[in-house]
């Protein structure tokens, strides 16, 4: 969708079949999920995570923090970054 509406800006900004999908998979598989359920979360800016961190808690055996928002929780526990 990006694409097209940076191409043509007066398309309609619409969803497609395949993100539904994709949707409906990701909402079963957090509300439901197969046994053991791990999850990575990767970013760089852990404000915006952090719903999500919280909500994933939870239901998750196994919650990995990756990317650039790991020196965060790194520095949060005295380590030097």
Do not use: N, W
């Amino acid at each position: 969708v990006d694409a097209i509406k940076a191409t043509h800006p007066d398309a309609p900004a619409v969803a497609g079949l395949l993100m539904e999908k994709e949707l409906t998979f990701l909402h079963a598989a957090v509300e439901t999920p197969k046994r053991p359920f791990a999850a990575v979360v990767g970013g760089a800016k852990v404000s915006t995570k952090i719903p999500v961190l919280e909500s994933l808690m939870d239901k998750c055996e196994k919650l990995l923090v990756s990317g650039g928002m790991i020196f965060t929780f790194l520095k949060a526990r005295g380590l030097s970054v």
